[in-house]
Every structure is written in C-alpha cells, then in structure tokens.
C-alpha cells in the first residue's frame, strides 16, 4: 500500500508539472524533461544560451549590487516586437466577446493573485490603464475593481529570506509584503484572500518544505508554531485594516504541509491554522487547497471529514491544460459540496495570450509546451473564455459554488526582452538584476540552499508572462474585463461564423448506448479566436451495430445568428470495440481480476485511464518488467486479433512494449509491437490474427520492459474474434 501510493503520487507529480519547474529555464532544460510530460523547447533554448552567463554565482553577486537605474534599460524596440501579433496588431486592442453568465450572484468571488505586485514596482515596471496613462500602485488595485475583480489573493511564506536578508524571489512574499498589498486591494473596495504556504517558499504538489525554524520541531510543537504564527500573522492583518475575507490554510497541499507527509499529522496542522483564523477573523472563510480535481477528491473530503478538520471552502487548482474537462471539475466539486456540506472554488487557473517569451526566462505554456488544446485558441479571447468558463462550471455547483481566481495576472517582465535585437543580452542582464535585487522572477540565486532541487537548479523570472492579463509593457488586456463582463455578456462588432471544429472522436463498447458519449455541444469558430460551444443534433446511428470504425454527421447551430439557415454539418469518428473475450479487458473491477501480472511496475488504478475509471498503470524508480496475461479457451473457430491502448513515456531507447497471441494448442503465435512515446500519446498496437479451433487454449500476454522511471496507463485490452 505504501510503496503504491508513493508510486502514484510520484507519477501525479511527474506529471502535473509544477508550473514553478518549467519556469526558469535558463541553464537546465534538460533536467525540465524529467517531469515526463512535453517541457519547453525551442523557446527556450536560445534563452539558455544568452543567459549563461547568469548562472554562476560571481555574476549574480555583481548583479546583486546593482542599483535600480541599472535595471532600466530601453526595450522599445524588443515592445514593439512582443506586443503585437502575427498581424501586426497590438493584443492591448484585442476586444473580447463574452457570453453572460445567467444568475450569477454579485458576491461570487472574481478574484486574482497579484503577489509578485510589489516586486514588479519595485523593479521599475509601470502598470497602465486602459487609456495608455500611467496608474500608480493603488490606481493598479482601483483598475482592477473597475474590470470586474472583487477579491484579491496573495500568498505568504513565513521567512522567504537568506541569513544575510537577501529574498529567495517570487515577490518575497512575506507578511509585511502581503499588509502594502493588502491595504491597496481594501482601499479599492475588495476583500482579500490570504494563501498560506506554510513554508519559507514555494508549496506547490511537487514541494511542501518546512519552514527554516520549525525544522525538527514535533508534530505538536509544529501545531503550536503553525498556530503562533497564523495568529499572529493574521492579528497584524486586522491591525491594518485589511479586510480579510478568506484564509487558506496550505497551498496545493496533495502531498504534505510544511513538511509532514502523513494525513494525519497534516490535518493537525490544518486544524491549528483553522483555529487561529476563527480567533482572529471569525467571519472569513477557511480554506484547504488540493491540485487537481481529477485526483479522488471525495477521498480526500472523506478523510478531512474523519479527521474532523474544521473549514469551510475546499478550493482547487485548476488550469485547463493539465486539469481535465470543465464538466469534470464541476462534478467533482459538486460532489464534495453536497456530500460534505462544503462550499468549493477555483484558487487557481490561466491562460496564455501569446506563445512568446518576454523576459527571457521561459514559459510554462509555449511552442510545444501545454500549447495544444483545441478548446481555446491562445489569444486574449481564450483568455476571456477561460475565465468565463471557468467561473460558468464554479457557479454551475449551485449556491456552494463560490470562486474563482487568476493566477499572477501581472507578473510582467520587467524589461521587454527579445533575443533579436542588439542589447538582448543587456536586457537579460537587467532582468536578472531585478530577480535578483527584488524578486521579480519566481526565484533568485539565494533561495539555492532553502531549495536545491528547483531554486537550486535554476532560478530565473516569470515563467507566466504571456498569461498575465497585461501586455508585456503594462498595458491591460480585455480579457481582464471579463471579470465584469460575466454579468451582462460583451458583444463585438462584426464577429462571424466561421465553422464548427471537428470534435474529438469517441470510442464505445460493443452494445453500450452510443448517446452517453456522443457530445452534446461542439466548439464552433468565430472571427476574432471566438470559440463557442453550440448545440448538435447528430444524425441516425441506429445502424452502427458491429465493431469498427465509423463517420457520423451532425448539424450545428450558430446560437448567435438570427437567419433561417444558422446551421453547418459537423462529423465525428465513432470507435466501436469488439466484444472482449478476456476478462476485465477495462480494469473497470478496480482490481487486476482475470490478469496475472508478474514482474515490476504495475497496478490498476485511476490515472491517466484511456476509457472509464481505471486502467493498468505502471511505474518503478527502479527498471520496469513485466507481464500481463490471461488465458482463454476458444468457444468457436475462426481468426482471432489482440489488441491494447497504451500511453506513457521515460521508457528509454532500449524499450519493448508488446502484445502477443499465442494458441498453445498449435504451437503459433502473432505479436504487435509499440513505443510510449508521451503522455496521453496512445498507441494501439493490434496483432494480425491467428487461428484457432474451438477448443484450442489462446494466451493473451502484454509484456512491458523500460527504463528505470518509465511509466504509463494500458487500457481496453481485447481479444476479439471477426
Ligand atoms: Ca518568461
Ligand atoms: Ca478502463
């Protein structure tokens, strides 16, 4: 049980990627493919290369020194590269169109995290407003008000500081940083919500480091500190008037907080921290905060509840790339709330507005870096959409639904950097000072002992700047107002139907019911990176009986369009699988029964599946081998194939992924070979057939041989008979 739940929580990390572990990338990209999913590439290599000279430790003590005008650094020309699009056109003119929200309730928290804000200020970069004039810190707070945003979110680490005061970077975010902020956003009319990390530094899924001077403290001396500080950090709060309206208690806390790992003692800890903000601000919200809802979020509602933590909200992450369906999250989050009586919410979400890079430090989303999803175009429209989307599927939970907030929407460059123009290299310098001086960037070279495995690494800027809300120079982005425009929708002139996109295809089982799985809506294309979901009526399938492959039309509606022929013709591949002849061919029992595995890496779970709940997961720290297999004795005669869907990767150039047939009564055998070559990359190797008598004994095995960390899913394992 042990070593299977360190295996899944291994695998979940690798592949959720902290957003912090793609960020920097100026001197270690290759250790960024270790994560198993796609890492930036092309963008981000030429960076390595002009930057390398921020690695060593001497440069950046020179840096160091800098003073503030050494920071500022003409970028007019690299601004007049980066802020405009393929067309030449500026994003800062992008409109947006926004589908209204029907019902919304005025209190349902339109929020964004702003904490690197102070940073950025403090590194020279100037914020705008819609007008092009220059706001200062509060006319920033005051803009976001008047876009729509009434809460603000900002996180706090205990001690983000070396023993000589030097900041570890990502905004420094500590208690007093949190109050300036804090005060901006109430002065503004907006509530605010405290993220705490419980850690000198960053606490994400893939970290949760305790911080530097509760180290080897008991888990009950832990809970007095936990509890100290939380009072005491929250009293300084009231004190200067901010008004805090919700309080979470960890970030992203999957795997631990503030260095435990074990449930047990983590709700401890979360029962500490609930208990000081109900002392200090009885009417705010008390928050835990998980990463994915495609983990088994009732499990771990389950075991808070067990435990008897006392909170209110139970938020979560969520970014469309990496996080599942919109209907997903609204299930899961549904579920929790109405099992468990808890308010839920959106802490986190994105979405990026250009492919480039703007300070020279790498993105987590770029070309070929979480860039696919046909669901949005990468634009300031998808932007909008994701936001309106995101806070549709929160509310779509009924009353419970109450939140959602942006991640880092102005964690900006500091100078505009493009590796074009002839003082990149002067920029890169300038921008590294500024991560350095002021924490800027998400790391600095002092957070190298408090975090050797990421800081320690690489440190570097934003990782985020092309999914802020503002341009590159300041300038607000429309897909901010969408936090406004929720309520009453934005129309824009002269959009038009360009089309449907095609959906993506389905895969049923011989004899299920076609109609649960055909989509109910696809994304039609408008001008202007537009992207709606309308309603389809699809075609008669009552003919599809057998097992195959087939073409089904459907009929879309342009929602928007008021003339008689608002309709395209749309068409979706639909798979249909043979009847299995082996047991369990889906792992739906949850367990392995019908399989005899033998060997090192696998268990059915809930990962990563190609179809249902579960699918036969695999993954070792040491080398992968084994086998899976089952045998059948043959009902009638006739040609029998064997077949398996199979994704994963980190399996090395010497892997052998292969599904065999082999009648033991005849002495014969076929077998199909694949690759894993990526996550969620699924290959379906198929065997030719293979005769049998009735009678004869037919042995299905799946043999699977990798590299130590490989790792992957099977699914729908069939033998079948044409
Ligand atoms: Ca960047
Ligand atoms: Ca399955």
Redesign the pocket.
């Known amino acids: 049980m042990v070593k299977k739940l360190t295996s899944k929580i291994s695998f979940l990390l690798a592949i959720s990627l902290s957003a912090l572990s793609l960020s920097a990338c100026s001197n270690n990209n290759s250790s960024q493919s270790e994560n198993g999913a796609s890492a930036s590439s092309a963008s981000t290599e030429s960076i390595s290369a002009s930057s390398a000279d921020t690695d060593s430790s001497s440069s950046n003590e020179d840096i160091s020194d800098n003073t503030t005008s050494d920071i500022a650094i003409d970028d007019t020309e690299a601004i007049e590269i980066k802020t405009v699009d393929s067309n030449g056109d500026y994003y800062k003119d992008k409109q947006v169109y926004v589908q209204k929200i029907d019902g919304l309730s005025e209190d349902f928290m339109r929020g964004v995290d702003i904490s690197s804000f102070l940073s950025e200020i403090e590194s020279g970069v100037v914020f705008k407003d819609y007008e092009g004039n220059d706001i200062d810190s509060q006319g920033f707070f005051d803009l976001l008000a008047d876009s729509g945003v009434n809460y603000v979110r900002i996180r706090v680490w205990n001690d983000p500081y070396d023993e000589n005061g030097n900041g570890y970077g990502g905004g420094n975010c500590d208690i007093d940083r949190a109050i300036s902020m804090g005060e901006y956003a109430t002065n503004a009319g907006m509530k605010v919500y405290i993220d705490y990390h419980y850690s000198d530094f960053w606490a994400d899924p893939n970290k949760q480091m305790c911080p530097k001077v509760w180290e080897g403290m008991s888990i009950s001396e832990k809970e007095t500190a936990l509890y100290d500080y939380t009072k005491e950090s929250l009293e300084k709060l009231k004190d200067a008037g901010v008004d805090v309206g919700l309080v979470a208690v960890g970030n992203e806390t999957d795997s631990g907080m503030a260095g435990v790992t074990s449930n047990s003692e983590k709700c401890k800890l979360y029962s500490a921290g609930s208990k000081a903000v109900r002392e200090v601000f009885p009417d705010a919200y008390v928050a835990v905060h998980y990463s994915n809802p495609q983990r088994d979020y009732m499990e771990i509602a389950k075991m808070l509840d067990d435990t008897g933590v006392d909170y209110d909200v139970f938020a979560t992450s969520y970014y469309p790339y990496w996080h599942g369906t919109l209907e997903n999250l609204t299930d899961t989050l549904k579920n929790v709330a109405d099992t468990y009586g808890k308010k839920v919410m959106v802490a986190e979400t994105s979405w990026a507005y250009t492919l480039d890079?703007?300070?020279?430090?790498?993105?987590t989303v770029g070309k070929g870096s979480n860039d696919d999803s046909s669901e949005y175009s990468i634009s300031v429209q998808g932007q909008s959409e994701v936001i309106r989307n995101v806070i549709k599927a929160v509310a779509d939970v009924g009353d419970a639904g109450i939140g959602m907030f942006y991640w880092e929407p102005a964690w900006i460059?500091v100078n505009v950097y493009a590796d074009t123009t002839d003082n990149a290299s002067d920029t890169l310098k300038a921008n590294s000072a500024a991560w350095e001086k002021y924490g800027a960037g998400w790391a600095s070279s002092y957070a190298s002992v408090y975090d050797p495995d990421d800081a320690g690494q690489y440190y570097g800027?934003?990782?985020w700047?092309?999914q802020a809300l503002f341009d590159f120079a300041g300038y607000p982005l429309y897909s901010l107002k969408t936090f406004g425009y929720v309520y009453e929708g934005n129309e824009v002139e002269g959009m038009e139907f360009e089309g449907a996109l095609t959906p993506s295809g389905i895969t049923v089982s011989l004899g299920e019911d076609i109609s649960l799985y055909l989509p109910k809506t696809v994304k039609g294309e408008y001008t202007g990176d537009v992207r709606l979901d309308l309603p389809v009526e699809w075609d008669d399938y009552s003919n599809i009986k057998e097992f195959g492959e087939y073409k089904l039309f459907g009929t879309v509606t342009d929602i928007l369009s008021d003339e008689e022929d608002n309709t395209s013709r749309v068409i979706i591949k639909i798979t249909v699988l043979p009847e299995s002849l082996l047991e369990n061919s889906d792992f739906e029992t949850g367990d392995d029964s019908g399989w005899h595995l033998e060997g090192n890496g696998p268990w059915v779970d809930t990962e990563d599946v190609y179809r249902g709940e579960y699918g036969l997961h695999f993954w070792s720290q040491t080398a992968v081998e084994f086998t899976a297999t089952q045998t059948y004795t043959a009902i009638d005669s006739g040609n029998y194939t064997a077949s398996m869907m199979i994704q994963g990767g980190d399996a090395g150039d010497d892997q052998v992924i292969t599904i065999t047939v082999t009648n033991e009564t005849k002495g014969t055998s076929v077998t199909a070979e694949t690759k894993v070559t990526g996550w969620l990359e699924w290959t379906n190797p198929t065997t030719d057939v293979i005769e049998a008598d009735a009678g004869d004994i037919l042995t299905v095995t799946i043999y699977v041989k990798g590299a130590s960390g490989a790792w992957g899913t099977i699914d729908d394992a069939y033998l079948y008979i044409e």
């Open positions: 890079d703007g300070d020279g430090s790498g993105n460059p800027g934003s990782s700047d092309n």
